[in-house]
């Protein structure tokens, strides 16, 4: 890592030293969720005042107008704080790049430059009820009316979708072609006539997920990002912006020390747990695989900072923290015995095995550890597509 | 690493794999299968012809010093077609000597270094699963009696690093092979490729090379030399089981859009990029001489172990029939892959050093309880 990115980073650890702590942690215990999304916006506009918010983002909408090596090496020591990051997470890194990119230009400084402060914050209805992993096959549609569209039908896993401002969407505006062929990408206001939004419950009780409906909602034609029938292009773009997404390396679960802490202390048949080889190989497993992921992470970004596109790293990150989360998750339960079977109050899954293994959501959302597997073996080893019998076919002409 | 010495490291990749390719053939490699204790003369004159022996060693004694990432890369090489030479073997017997410090050896070392010797690492006992255990050969007064299990290269090699034990210890010794006192029992076995030896001591004369630390130290280096024999043919397998499963056909498309071989061959890339990073890891720690290279190495050997055995055996297994065949070639990874999980101790035994080095040492983790 050359010169120039050290110092950033070095920059970048003495000012999240002096500033985080006044927005993480302790600062956070007992908040309401208004209060943690009131300080969440803060930190936002906080990190933008001093250059390290939208770091890859153009200056002439408060961005930083950094390379996106140094937006990854500001998150990464982001991440050892315990920041109120998440209702951004989306917002930030997906919708608004978009936006930034297709919208027509008096958008653009009416929307950019509050959505950067995190003063608005925007959701994206992309999934539905029959589209999942199989985006194309969404049937949100839209009709055309004078001056625009009227949007009708259901987004679903739709993720700070109450507390959104804006969103965009992607809708069916020609259902006689090809599943991918017909759609077209919109960006809309959040409190247009006609949108219900309904959160749905989880496992863990996290606040995150929404459905949201659509009863002829009018979209101005002037909000249409793209083609007609161009909007799965500019789906995918909008999902591969973030060309190397930094995640924790423990899944965002409790680290391998946490477990090695509890096994430490846990009994089984009257010995210590760390005497039993299952629970040793798993340590051992578990240490092996970080190594190994702190070894490409580092790969990839020395090959990044040479100007290298990123390789499949973070499909193979993801899948495998997603398992390991859940199942050392599951063995630290294992080792508690009964008791194991308690949810602590204010447990959270970065420090809580119980809450990790209770939300296994990072195995599905953003591209399932099928979907995973498939993209490895088609994009990095060569092998054949899955059999599609879709493909090609007009999307009204399909078994429903 | 330097920018010539990375020059210098592919130039000799090439090389390797050049000459790996016109000499490993199948053919070829079938014969030594068929024998036990098969050495490969002809690819050793090769690999003497063009310096391998000498890549790692220093320039005192005639080496290119490049170090062990020299050693890697053409153990990477020699991995990819299931090649079978002592490299490891004449490079850590050389660095142990050296460590030694003691005089009189300096021809030893040339000869090592040129390839005109060979040599074996007999680190396994018959009496447990692991290397370097408490022992089946014992050292007094320069002598050495007992037992070493079956070591790779000892049916011809010409000294053996040899882990016995002393009244003070564990203890690395150098043993010149052709004593009438030893005694190299060749067994048929599954992998009759690696002129694989029992050896026998009685009387024997043993020079002592170090104790405990020099032990852990060879048999740290060997496993890391090893994981990238490893990585080759965990690499190797990848790539000629998605060849085939693009090949082959079944119910009218190709067998590698099957996600049940498609995932397959998806999880053993995971696996293989993960004991890539861990063996990149150790070498680099190795160099620095970082404190943690000794559990990158634990982790390194595990990760290119469980890799290559996965790959090696569902290689087989997508080539389906083919697979069981002797004409086919999955059955040489298959063997190989086993072959050097077992020679420098299983997964279990790394993982207690791996353990012991996170300071999670069975044996203070009290056992038994009440019963």
Request: aromatic share 8%; net charge negative.
């Amino acid at each position: 890592m050359n010169h120039e990115l050290r110092c950033y980073r070095e920059d970048a650890q003495a000012w999240l030293a002096e500033h985080a702590p006044r927005y993480s942690g302790q600062a956070r215990h007992g908040l309401s969720f208004d209060d943690d999304l009131a300080l969440a916006r803060a930190w936002q506009a906080h990190k933008v005042e001093h250059g390290y918010g939208c770091i890859t983002l153009p200056r002439e909408y408060g961005g930083a107008g950094e390379s996106e090596l140094k937006k990854v090496i500001f998150c990464e020591e982001e991440m050892h704080y315990d920041l109120p990051l998440v209702y951004f997470g989306i917002s930030l890194n997906n919708p608004l790049p978009i936006f930034l990119r297709y919208a027509p230009q008096a958008w653009k400084q009416k929307l950019g430059p509050a959505t950067v402060r995190g003063e608005l914050i925007w959701c994206q209805l992309f999934s539905e009820p029959s589209a999942g992993s199989d985006l194309a096959s969404l049937r949100l549609k839209a009709v055309p009316t004078e001056g625009g569209w009227l949007l009708s039908g259901q987004k679903v896993w739709t993720s700070w979708a109450q507390i959104a401002d804006w969103g965009v969407v992607v809708a069916r505006t020609d259902a006689s072609l090809p599943k991918h062929a017909g759609l077209t990408y919109f960006f809309l206001d959040m409190r247009s006539k006609g949108i219900t939004v309904q959160p749905i419950r989880r496992l863990g009780e996290e606040k995150d997920l929404n459905e949201v409906f659509f009863d002829e909602v009018f979209v101005a034609d002037e909000q249409r990002l793209g083609e007609v029938n161009g909007g799965f292009k500019v789906a995918v773009e909008t999902l591969m912006i973030e060309r190397y997404a930094v995640t924790d390396e423990s899944g965002y679960g409790p680290t391998l020390e946490n477990f090695i802490d509890l096994a430490s202390k846990a009994r089984l048949n009257g010995s210590p747990a760390l005497a039993d080889g299952e629970v040793r190989a798993r340590i051992a497993e578990t240490y092996v695989e970080r190594q190994g992921l702190r070894a490409i992470h580092r790969r990839a970004l020395e090959a990044f900072a040479r100007g290298q596109e990123p390789g499949p790293e973070g499909a193979i990150r993801k899948l495998l923290l997603g398992r390991t989360r859940q199942n050392l998750a599951a063995m630290a339960l294992d080792l508690l015995g009964a008791n194991g079977a308690q949810l602590a109050a204010h447990g959270h899954s970065v420090n809580d095995f119980a809450r990790a293994w209770l939300d296994p959501s990072l195995r599905i959302a953003g591209g399932t550890d099928e979907l995973l597997l498939n993209t490895l073996a088609e994009r990095v080893l060569g092998l054949p597509q899955d059999h599609r019998p879709d493909k090609g076919v007009p999307f009204n002409a399909l078994a429903k | 690493m330097q920018a010539d010495h990375a020059e210098d490291l592919a130039s000799i990749r090439e090389q390797a794999r050049r000459l790996l390719v016109d000499q490993a053939t199948p053919e070829h490699l079938k014969n030594l299968l068929n024998a036990p204790g098969s050495f490969d003369q002809a690819l050793w004159r090769h690999a003497v012809e063009q310096g391998w022996p000498s890549v790692a060693m220093p320039e005192q004694v005639g080496g290119l010093a490049l170090g062990w990432s020299g050693l890697a890369v053409i153990c990477e090489e020699l991995g990819r077609l299931t090649g079978a030479l002592p490299l490891i073997a004449n490079a850590l017997t050389a660095h142990a000597v050296i460590s030694a410090g003691i005089s009189g050896h300096q021809q030893l070392l040339e000869d090592l270094t040129s390839g005109a010797l060979t040599a074996a690492l007999a680190l396994a006992d018959p009496s447990d699963s692991g290397i370097c255990s408490p022992g089946a050969a014992k050292e007094s007064n320069g002598r050495i009696d007992g037992v070493k299990a079956l070591a790779a290269f000892a049916a011809v090699a010409d000294v053996a690093l040899v882990h016995g034990v002393n009244e003070r210890g564990d203890g690395l010794y150098l043993v010149h092979l052709d004593q009438p006192s030893v005694k190299r029992q060749v067994l048929e076995g599954f992998d009759n490729a690696r002129a694989a030896a029992a050896l026998q001591f009685e009387q024997t004369e043993a020079v002592y090379l170090g104790g405990a630390e020099l032990v852990s130290e060879i048999s740290s280096l060997a496993a890391l030399a090893t994981a990238f024999e490893q990585l080759g043919g965990t690499h190797a397998c990848l790539d000629m089981a998605c060849d085939y499963a693009r090949e082959r056909r079944a119910f009218g498309q190709a067998i590698g859009g099957f996600q049940g071989i498609k995932h397959k061959l998806a999880e053993i890339y995971c696996l293989l990029e993960i004991a890539r990073g861990c063996a990149a890891d150790a070498l680099d720690a190795w160099q620095q001489q970082r404190p943690d290279k000794q559990q990158l190495t634990c982790a390194a050997r595990i990760a290119a172990t469980r890799a290559y055995n996965l790959a090696a055996q569902e290689n087989l297994h997508v080539h389906g029939g083919m697979g069981v065949t002797w004409e086919a070639m999955p059955h040489h990874y298959y063997r190989r892959a086993r072959s050097l999980a077992l020679e420098l101790g299983s997964v279990a035994y790394w993982r207690e050093r791996l353990l012991t080095d996170l300071g999670l040492e069975s044996t203070t983790v009290e056992v038994g309880g009440s019963a």
